[in-house]
Every structure is written in C-alpha cells, then in structure tokens.
C-alpha cells in the first residue's frame, strides 16, 4: 500500500470539531462576551473570505497538490473587479464576472502547468503567486480602489435573524462549502477528485480521465478564489491590492486542522470550514481575554499543536 | 463449452510490438493474437514481458514500435481509457486500487451509477445503495468473507484486495478481459472461484486473457497458451495436446520453438 | 469593570517603532486606569488583519480604537462601521485617506521626514554630482513611498507627491531595491546595488535597521566613508549610529507621544464623551551628527534623549 | 509502488545546475559585471544563511516532512547567541554554542511530537512557528542586539583567493553540504534517511529504527538552523529578531528547485545548495539589470516556472 | 534430509494470540508451534489471518492478548527490531520494499556494511563494492535474470521485486525465517528456486516458516502443515501422510478436525 499515507495520521472527521468546541467551551469560560450570537456571527464574518479560499485550497490538496497563490490570486481579482467598476464604469456585476473570470484563468494556468508539462505544484503556484503579486500591484499603481458601487459590496451587509446578524457573505460561504461537500460526497466525479489523489496511477489505469479532473480542480479553485475575492472587497469595502499576503498560509492552515491529509486523497471538505473556524476563534476569543497580540501568538502556537495532539491521543486511546 | 477454433475471428491482435525502458527492452517484437469466445493464456518467466505486452493491449503504456489491430481495425490507444471505450477491462498485477476508498467505490470507479430521476440527472446523485447492493452480489460470487462493502481496501488481506480487481473487471467488460496474475495471492478456494468465474465470462461470449504462473489453473480453463519469452512470443501451444512439463520447457528455453510437434501448437 | 478599554492595533508586531508606541500606550493606560487591547496585523499591509483586530476588540468591549493604518484608504470603510458604532477611531502615526476618515490624528508626516533628509543629503552634496541608490520598504507600501518620495523631492529631484503609492525614479537614481525595513535584506539589496553602480555616493534607507545593513555593505567594500547614507526613524540605536558616523543624517519620530496621546485622549472620551479632532502633528526632528549650512537639525545629543527604543 | 510520488516528476539530478547556468548565461550577457569573481563571491555571501538553513530542510524533506520554522528559529538563535553574549557577558564560542542549544532544542520538540504523538510535520512546525517568533519578540524586546564581540562575527570576514574576496561563512557552508552529502549517499544512516521518507514502513518493517532516525533529523535539522543563525549574526554583525521571517518560504524553496521531491525519498542535497543559488542569482542578476521591484517579482515568478519547465521538456524529450 | 520430529524442540511458539482491528478480529485466540529444523507451511483461506500471525511473530504488530515465546522463553517484540535482533527475518506480502531505492540498497538495507579501516570505522563509510558484489551474488542464487543491481526496485517485474524481498531473508537469518507468500508472482522457473532456497535454508539448521496458497509447493518442501482458519488454528497436518485434497477440505472447513485420521495429524 501507499505507506507514505500512513504517516499522516488521519484526523479523524470529528476530530477538528471536538478540538473547535473545547476552544470555544474554553474562551466561554474566560469572557461572556465570547458566546453571544453577535460574537460568533462576527467570527463568522472575519473566516469567510479565507473559508472561500479554503474550498479550492482543499480541492488542491485532496489531489496531493498545493497551491501557493490562493491569496495572490483573490488580490488580482479584487483588483480587477473593484478597478473594472470604479475606472472603466462596468456595471457591477460585470465587472465581478471580469474579476471572477481572471482568477479563474490563474486556476487554468496553474492547472495546465501542472497536467501538461507536469510541473510539481508547488512550483508552479510558487511561480503564479509572484506572477500574480507583480501584477497586481502594477495594474492597481499599488493604490487601493475606493468608492466602489453599492452592489459591489452587498454581500458585506448583514441581515437580523433572531436579534443576531448575519452577513450575506458568511451565508454564501456557507452555501458554497455545503454544494461543495455534496459535489465531493455525492457526484462521480467528486469521488475521482479523492481517487486521483489517492493513487493517481490506479485511478488512470480504471480509465479516469486523471488530467483533466487535475486541470478541472484547479480551474474550480481558481473560481473559488475569485469569489474570495467578491467577499474580501465586501468585507473590507475597497479593492486592496495588498490583500491576500498572509492567506496562504491560514488556508493552507485551516486545511490541514481541518483533517486533510496533504499527501492527498483523505480528508472532509467540511473540516477546512471548522480548520478556518479554529484559526478564526482563537484570534477573537484571545483579544476578548485581553492576551496581548505577542502572547496570542505564542498562545496560538501552543494551542494549534495542543488541539491537534488531544486529537491523535484520543484515536489512539480508543484503538 | 471450450470454444475457439483456429479459425474463429481475431479479436485483439498485435504485431511486432516493441517497448523500452531505458536500456531495458521489456518487448523486443512480440506478436500476439486473440481469437473469438476463447481462454488465451499467457505464461512466461519472472521479467519475460507479459505484463509489458498486456499494458501496450490495454493503453497502460504506449509501444515504440509494433502495430495493435482490434476487430482487425488497426486501433491506438494512447490511454487507458480508449482501451476502456472500446469494451477492454483488465486486471492489472499491481492492482489498481485506490487503498483508501471503500470496496464498493473501487468496484465502481469510473463507472459510478447515477440515482434515477432529478437526483440523479440533474444533480448527478450517486445511487450509493444500489452500488452497494450489486458490489455485494459481485462479491459474493467470488465467495470472499468479506464483512462490509464499505469499509477502505487498505484494510484488506492481499487476496481479497486481488478479489476486488477480478471482480470490477468481470462485471464490466464489454468485449475483452485482461487478467494479469489474478489467481497469485488467491487461496485455493477463491482462486478456484475466479477460474470458475473467467470461464463463466468466456461463456457470455467474451474472451478472456488470462496471465498466470500457475501451470495447473492454465491447463484447467486455457484454450491456447501464448508463451512469453525474452519480450517476444516463442510459441502459442494446445493444453489439450501437449504435457505441462513440456510446457515449462518451452517457457523456460529448454525446449526450442523448432522442436515442439506441431501437434501441439495452436 | 468600569475600567474604559482603549485598543491599539499597530501595523506588525515586530518593527521596534510600533514596539514602542505599545510601551508607551501600556504606560499611560496603567497610569490612567485604562484597559488596554493590543492586535497587529500579521504583515505590513495586511489591511484584513487590522480590520478583524478592530472588530474583536469592539467586540471586548472597546469604546477608543488607535490604530496605524497599515493601508489609509482600505481601513477607512471598516472603521466607519466602528465609528456608527459610537467608537472612537484615532488614527497614529500615519493618516487614512481621506484624512477625516477617523476622528483625529496623531502623527508624523512620513513625507516631510523625507524631505528633511532630502534637504540635508543635497547640502552636504553640495553640488557634487548625486548618484542615489534607495533601498525601500516593500511593492505597494504607502509609507515607503511617502519617504522615498519625501526624499528626492527634499533632494531637488524630480518627485511624486505625498500621496502617491508609486516610487519615482529620476535619473540620479542609479538603483532601486527593496529592504523590507529589515538588516540583512538591506545589506543585500546595498550589495547587489555597488555592484550594479560602484560609484554610488548617496543612499537612503526607509529606516534604521536597512541602514546599518547598508554600511555593513558598503564598509565591506571599503566604502563606508565616501558615501552618505541618510534615514527615518530616529530609534535610539538608529541615533547611536548616527552618532557613530554611520549614519548622516535621520529624520526622528515619536511613537511614545503619540500613544500617550492616543490612551489620554481614549480615556477623555470614556469620561466625558469629548473626541479630539483634527491633526496633530506630532512632530519629526532632523538628527545629523554634523550640521550644514541652510539645513535646521538637532545634534545626537538631542536625538538620544528623545529617542525611543532601548537608549 | 507508491503511485503517489509518480505524480511528482523527478527533477534529475543535473536539472537544476543546468537551470543555474542557463540563469547565469543569460544574466552575463546582460551585465559584464555578473560574471566577475566579486559578484559571483558575492552572490554566495548572500545566500549562505538560505543555504545552510536549506540542508535542515532537505533533510525533513527527504523524510516526507516539511518544516515551517526553520527561519524563526534561526531567529530566535541569533537573538540568544547575541544577548547572551552582549548582556549576560558569556564569552563568544560559549554564548554561540548556547544559541545553537536552543535552536538544536526546538528541532528535538518538533521532532518529539511528529514521532511521539505523530502529528503532522506542518502542524507541528506551524506550531513552533508561531512560539518561536513570539519568545523572539518576547526576549529581544523586539529590540535589534548591537555591538557584538568581534570573534561572533568572524565567519563574516573574508579572505582573498586569486584576487577574489571569500568569505570564512561561505567556505563553512560548502563545508556543511559536503558533509551532509558525503553522510546522506555514503553511510548507512544517510541511506536510511532516505528509506524513511520513501516508504517508512517497508523500512520500519526491516528493523531500522524509523522514529529514531526521524528523531535525528529534525534534531539536525535545528543543529543546522543554529548554525545559520551564527552565519546570520557574522553576516549582519547584529542579532535581529526580526530575521527569518521569508527564510521558510526561501528555504524551502531552495529545496524544491533543487529537485527534492516533497513526498519524500527522492533528491540530492547538493540540488538544494543549486536551488538557492538560482534564487540568489536572480536577486542579483535582475538588480544588475535595473529591473525595479514589482517587475522583479513578476520575472522571478516567471524564471521559477520556466527554469523547473525547461528542465521538464528536456527529460521528456530525452526519453 | 527431512529433519524435524515431533519431538524436535520448540524454537517459536505462541498461545492464543488475539488480533482485532476495529471490528475484525484478524486473529482469535490463535497457537502456533515452529520446531527446530523444520519446515513449517502455514496455509489457509484469504483472511484467514495468516499475515496477521507472522505479522505478530515478527513483531510488526503487537497482538492484543497471548503470548509469544521464542526457545521456550516469553518474549515481548514491541517492534520489527526486537525480532530482527532476535535473528527472525521476515519476507512480508506487501514486500516491504523501499521502491526508489536500488536492488543492492533493498538488499543490505539496515544491515550495510562498512568498509574496513578508517574510511568505515571513522568515517562511517559504506562499502558499496562489496555490497554490489554479494547482492549479485544472492540474487545469482535465485537464477533471475535482473541486469543490473543499481536500478530501483520500482522499475523491476512483480516477481523480480519478489526475489529481492526472498534474497534478503535468506542471506540474514540467524534463527528463523518466515516467508508470506514468497512464491505468489514468481515463475515456475523462479519459484522451483526459490523452494530450493527455502530448502537450503532448512539445511543449514533454521527452522522455515512458508505462507503459501500453492498446494504442489506446500506439500512438496514442508515437513508440517498449519492450517489456519478464522483467526485460529484448525489443525497441523503432516504431508506424508493425509492427501492434498483432504488438506483442502480441512482448510476450507469442509473436514472438520475431528474427523481427521489421527495419523495425518503431525
Ligand atoms: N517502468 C519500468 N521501468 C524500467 N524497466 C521496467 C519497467 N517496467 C518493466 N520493466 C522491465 O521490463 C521487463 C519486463 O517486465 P514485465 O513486468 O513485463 O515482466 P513480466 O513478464 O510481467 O514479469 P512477472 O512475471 O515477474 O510479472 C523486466 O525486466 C522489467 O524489469
Ligand atoms: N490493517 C488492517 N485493518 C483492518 N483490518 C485488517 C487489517 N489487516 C488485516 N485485516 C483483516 O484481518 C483479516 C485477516 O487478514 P490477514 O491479512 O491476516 O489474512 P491472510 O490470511 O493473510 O489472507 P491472504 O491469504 O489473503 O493474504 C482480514 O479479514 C483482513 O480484512
Ligand atoms: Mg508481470
Ligand atoms: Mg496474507
């Protein structure tokens, strides 16, 4: 068997969640105001633009890939969407559709690099996250683009349920991670994206068309980022080209918290959600307990190998 | 019913077919022929290139050179899928399985089935129960003990691992199987179902291509034997003719091609 | 817990400069009674991280927010949102854009600390020919280019203005290269610059610590002497070098002033609910061991005393 | 067979040397000042503390791991080497050896946890990340440590060979990847490195002691980092807290380019000394050239893709 | 020479061992005797837990109850490497190969030798002629035409990669050799080898224990017969007395162990 797997533990599928209510039932105890509903809509809000990227981040590494350029990619697209809207005065919508369509390509040229010539995909994102950084700041003069289109930035505003408000965006994101789930539980082809990831050989040799469900997960991821992207500029109003810098690493982060296994093949679309909501709860919870911001960082440091190890300690107790 | 006369229709056929792997020729000319409703057995020593020949007839790998006729239209298969398009299933000797989906998801993969209806059509819905009532009916004909349909094949003995392969390719082929040493990790038992099972296949009218170091399982269900040597074909011998010891001899080199009565060629 | 809450959120946790604004912040909140919140973004520029610090300390129950904006027009419509909210919003050190963007603002004019060093390089010069090498912040970074700018516009160069992003590049500029603010890439980015131009005369550095990467690789190449390095900060290890002859000339800033500022202002507010307004400009002082001619500055004696970091 | 590492294409081991010298030959003929002794002496001062960090690396990735901390690490060593020294007045070749005792101390607890708990490599790493950084800013105040003893910062010295300035630093890190060559191909702990990280339980199951050998690497590993941090304080003639932090991303980069597979098993460290050439000759060269910044960045992602890309279509072509 | 009576001592031997993984129980209380000298087949149904057992006498897993002993001495292996010390040498089905690396470095992998002198003893340096030389040497033993020892396992046939895992087993054993399935993917060429191996092994005084699904190879070498059986031990037979086609039916559960004569029993 594929023995390399078998050192990646595999988190098991409920492991992120225990881990995510032990940090809450944690930051409960230390502040009241932690589980008010405004609170958690809040952290809801401040996860989603990295959730979003996140969904492609896992598509990518369920097929033992890794993208680099997630962040750089959704800045390249604010950009665009936001400079289309304000500069060139496309409607709103269209300019969207511009920004979505270019990060897209970035995902078709990182997948075509990767399927055709065969590049590893750490590489090829390497290349495409300086590819998109450059170009970003050039197009952008590194100015942030203000006073953009009410509609723009609709997915920011919040809606009241039950005295608690909610953000659009937090329900798009929402949205997106359950049709992505159904897509890789339920569909043919979301059972090939494990597959390929797990033994591409073995999947090329039943007759899967191996490359081009590669070059479609990247496409797809490229998509997602774009739509990071609709959300960044709703969330923060303006398209900033200096967005996107530390979000490689936090998705990449919440993916693996999340119980997906880089090697590929393993892992619940699902966990990356609460691998962002770990991440996103620990930031909150640490400043509603006054920890000042070195400290939360150490805290940070401590608690992600100590959530992760009460996780594995758990499965082996039980085995 | 052992079928297959010298002159039934070719069904798969290849000429001269040569691959390299560096400085290692694994097919250095080799022909091949298979003919209508007909058990080929293809044996040869460790390294003698049969699992090379039955990747080039199944798209695995392309050949350098050498020219693949199906229905005796030349035909190119640059992928396995083209092989898969055109009605061909073949067990490969390293498996082919994907160790960390369930046995009912490796039975499927690539031919998942869609829930009727909406679900299915429009949201392209897995029909997950029914393909897990039908891996277990393939299953069971094989009479593996295997307890549940949905648990990982890393968790598998190797035979029951082999089992799966056998099973997925019998259940789908349209037009040829390939079966690359299925019996090798079997128990007597199983790898007697899976001889009962190939003969079954052959008797719907498919034939099958049977790889195995396995002298006694060739001579109870082979048709006609290929043997491999050194990558080319050094004779295609009658089981009902000629003795298993003369077999092993042309297999190994002891006996050359000249010297086998031609009674006993086929 | 009647105790006002005032959080301050600095650009990155690292940089000595915002070390320091948290020091002198935490000093006035303890001798105010004051509670007070830290967050930073992750990196320079990561506006996200500033704005979701933000959010979480309203969260805590913040009623003041300082904050150096990392990007002044990317923060402005979140701490609008803060500032619906009723929170005082007090911009340090550098300004949004627009200005009145939040209620006040303590801080230095990154442009015109630029300028000084500009003033001062060009009549130490004194006519010589210039060949400038600048080793800057980061792609994009609004400070970087407001120095950087600032510079050549106080050297009598062809300049952009204070508000732009982009970094001009006259002719004297013989090498452009990017330090991160940080030693060891300074001293790269001087050293692949001599080698691109070995006769560089004139180098500016976006703050302290390029700079003395800088003279490590100038001295290196046996050059320490002939070439006139100017900066912006004014930490008190920048002035030490500055008395130590490494450094020309820097232009010197006040982030405990303007924290103190910051926490009394906050703690003004929760008493009495009065907001300052406007800019306040906290000031920034040409250091320079030798003065010049035409050019005001303060010897290092005055610069170690109003130094901030470890004296 | 492990189809997994299929997937990634074995960079061959000449690969990338000859997308250094392509690198090279073009940058000589855009500048006649490239191609001298002192640039190219040069070049090799500016990438030792990159390089030296890179044989940590190497090693982790050769066991199918990666390590995130390696740069704050580093950092945080060089801030213990230089306070100690300066504040606590220990003598030079004492206060260097305790700096490499704590960085040497962080590799034994990311290596504890990976083999202990069998967490996964990136949690953990991101883990002492994260502590790492924090004890820097924490201890150092943030505050740059300044004049040192001149004994800490010899190996920032040069010497002069044939007209060419070298630096002592340098000469220690070509010495260091020899040594770690020589050890990885000629001894049997070397090839059980390899074995671990290409199929750790066919290895496991030979009666090698996986979890030992894993163990000492990532001790090694932050020997080394420690190391890197002594050539980063005779570099800079500072303790910096704030070093090391694009070290990781540098690092691990040097590593890929260098045609180390990430899954593990696969490479050559010498490659790895080649890949962060290639990074620093690009850093130089495009400076030589004038190039600004952004259009720096956008051609250095472009030269990644194309270097790792030529290599790719040449293999291809050759067989 | 056919060593090995009943009365020859215990070298390994265990009691009740107990296996589960999750829900399987792999083995279920299951004994085990190796006598000195002897070769000792262990033959059953796939699943039947065989490589859950040698995988507990090897030490690669850790059963969950019984107990082992090892010439009549309890012995706890908590990992390959106590078995290995206690000069147990295991062939395992999946191979346990390290797929990148080559034929000579499979061969020698953690028992490399050093070169004699400074360069070894200083150094530490490995002896790589040597170890090429005798790799060609071991491997010659087995008759299989592999060319070069330098290339990496991965590039090798499936039997081929099967002779590496044989070759090192024989060479190392100083007390018992365990074989899983040693013979599965070889040739008959290859596989007569390797039984021939097995029997040279024997003859130098180390007990044998052989997995196999070959009946004609199992009773053509063993002096005993374990039959393993749902995770437990159905019965040891003797070849020389019950039939091949009463073997089966014991493991098949077809003859119950009652009704076996009490001559066949060994
Ligand atoms: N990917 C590869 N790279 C290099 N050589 C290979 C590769 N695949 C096969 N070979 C070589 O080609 C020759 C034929 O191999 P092949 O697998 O076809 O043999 P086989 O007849 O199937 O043997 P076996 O009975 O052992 O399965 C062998 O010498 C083998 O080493
Ligand atoms: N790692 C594992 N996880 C879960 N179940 C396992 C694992 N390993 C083995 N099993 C189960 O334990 C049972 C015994 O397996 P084992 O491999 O010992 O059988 P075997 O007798 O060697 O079979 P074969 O002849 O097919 O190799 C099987 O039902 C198998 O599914
Ligand atoms: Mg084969
Ligand atoms: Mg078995």
Redo the contacts between chains.
């Keep these: 068997m594929n023995a390399l797997k078998d050192k990646l533990p595999p988190l098991g599928t409920l492991g992120p969640v225990i881990a995510l209510l032990m940090a809450c039932a944690f930051f409960a105890t230390q502040s009241d105001r932690f589980l008010t509903g405004q609170n958690l809509s809040l952290v809801l809000q401040q996860v989603m633009v990295v959730g979003v990227i996140a969904i492609g981040q896992t598509l990518i590494i369920l097929t033992a890939g890794i993208d680099l350029s997630c962040g750089m990619v959704m800045a390249l697209g604010s950009v665009v969407m936001t400079k289309f809207a304000t500069e060139l005065g496309m409607p709103p919508a269209l300019a969207v559709l511009c920004g979505i369509a270019v990060t897209t390509l970035f995902g078709l040229a990182n997948g075509l690099l990767v399927t055709r010539i065969k590049l590893p995909p750490f590489i090829v994102t390497l290349g495409t996250l300086n590819i998109a950084f450059a170009i970003t700041q050039l197009y952008s003069q590194s100015q942030t683009i203000t006073d953009l289109p009410e509609l723009m930035t609709g997915l920011g505003n919040t809606f009241t349920i039950g005295g608690t408000e909610v953000a659009w965006g937090v329900v798009a994101m929402l949205g997106l991670y359950l049709v992505a789930w159904f897509a890789l539980r339920e569909t043919a082809r979301g059972r090939h994206v494990y597959a390929v990831g797990n033994s591409p050989e073995a999947t090329r040799l039943t007759g899967i068309p191996t490359q081009r469900i590669l070059l479609g997960v990247y496409v797809l991821a490229g998509f997602f980022y774009g739509i990071a992207a609709l959300l960044s500029v709703a969330r923060t109003g303006v398209g900033d080209p200096n967005a996107g810098q530390t979000e490689n690493l936090d998705a990449i982060t919440a993916v693996v918290l999340g119980g997906t296994s880089l090697f590929g093949g393993r892992g619940v679309i699902l966990g990356s959600l609460v691998g962002a909501l770990i991440v996103g709860v620990f930031r909150n919870g640490l400043t509603l307990m006054g920890v000042s911001s070195v400290y939360q960082i150490l805290v940070t440091g401590i608690l992600v190998i100590l959530a992760v190890a009460a996780d594995q300690l758990s499965h082996k107790a039980s085995r | 019913m052992t079928a297959s006369s010298n002159t039934a229709p070719l069904v798969l056929q290849a000429k001269g077919l040569v691959k390299r792997y560096g400085q290692v020729t694994a097919l250095d000319g080799a022909d091949f022929e298979l003919r209508a409703g007909e058990i080929l057995a293809v044996i040869g020593d460790n390294g003698a290139g049969k699992s090379s020949l039955i990747k080039a007839l199944s798209g695995a790998v392309v050949p350098d050179e050498g020219e693949i006729l199906l229905d005796g239209q030349p035909i190119h298969f640059r992928s396995p899928i083209d092989a898969r398009r055109a009605g061909i299933e073949t067990v490969y000797q390293d498996l082919a399985v994907a160790p960390a989906m369930t046995i009912a998801e490796n039975l499927f993969l690539g031919r998942e089935l869609r829930r009727p209806g909406f679900m299915g059509n429009v949201l392209r819905m897995l029909d997950k129960k029914e393909m897990l009532a039908q891996s277990i009916a393939r299953m069971n004909d094989l009479k593996v003990g295997i307890r549940s349909m949905t648990q990982p094949v890393e968790t598998l003995s190797g035979g029951q691992r082999q089992c799966v392969a056998v099973a997925r390719a019998a259940a789908f082929a349209q037009h040829v199987v390939i079966m690359d040493e299925p019996t090798a990790a079997l128990g007597v038992k199983e790898g007697n179902m899976v001889l009962e099972l190939i003969r079954r296949v052959r008797d719907k009218g498919l034939p099958v291509v049977l790889i195995s170091h396995n002298m006694p399982h060739v001579f109870e269900v082979a048709d006609r034997i290929h043997v491999a040597r050194l990558g080319k074909r050094a004779a295609v011998l009658n089981p009902k003719k000629i003795s298993m010891s003369d077999t092993v001899a042309v297999m190994t080199g002891a006996m050359r091609a000249e010297d086998i009565p031609a009674d006993c060629l086929a | 817990a009647g105790e006002p809450v005032i959080g301050l959120i ?1 650009k990155t ?4 400069f915002f ?1 320091k604004m ?1 020091e002198g912040a935490a000093e006035a909140a303890k001798a105010k009674g004051a ?6 973004g ?2 320079d ?5 500033q ?3 933000m ?3 309203i ?3 913040a009623k003041t927010i300082l904050i150096t904006p ?9 701490i609008k949102k803060a500032r619906d909210k009723g929170v005082l919003v007090i911009a340090l050190d550098s300004p949004t ?1 627009p200005v009145d963007g939040t209620d006040a603002l303590f801080a230095t004019d990154n442009y015109k600390a630029g300028v000084l060093i500009g003033q001062y390089a060009k009549a130490t010069m004194a006519g010589k020919p210039a060949k400038i090498a600048t080793l ?1 912040l ?5 400070v970087g ?1 407001q120095r950087h700018n600032g510079f050549l516009q106080g050297y009598g160069l062809q300049s952009l203005d204070a508000k732009s ?3 001009a ?1 006259p002719a004297e500029v013989v ?4 330090s ?6 300074g ?3 001087m ?3 001599l ?2 131009n070995p006769d560089i005369n004139v180098v500016y550095t976006i703050n302290e ?1 390029a700079a ?2 800088a003279y ?1 690789a100038l001295k ?1 190449a046996g050059k320490d002497k002939s070439v006139l390095i100017v900066s912006v900060d004014g930490g008190c ?1 920048g002035i ?1 070098d500055t008395a130590a002859g490494k450094i020309a000339a820097t232009s010197q800033q006040y982030p405990l002033k303007m924290a103190a500022m910051g926490v009394d202002a906050g703690v003004e507010y929760a008493k009495s609910g009065k907001k300052p307004s406007g800019y306040t400009d906290t000031g920034v002082t040409l250091i320079a061991a030798k003065a010049v001619a035409g050019v005001d500055s303060k010897d290092t004696t005055v610069g170690t005393q109003l130094c901030w ?2 004296k």
């Design positions: 600095t946790e690292t940089n000595p070390v948290k509670k007070l919140l830290t967050g930073a992750k990196a520029g990561d506006n996200a991280g704005v979701t610090a959010e979480n300390m969260a805590a129950g990392s990007d002044s027009k990317a923060i402005v419509p979140a854009d800057d980061l792609p994009g970074h609004p280019a992003n982009e970094l590049k090498c452009m290269a990017d991160f603010g940080d030693q060891a890439k001293q790269t980015a050293e692949n610059c080698q691109k610590p003395a990467g490590n290196k290890q030490k970091g470890k």
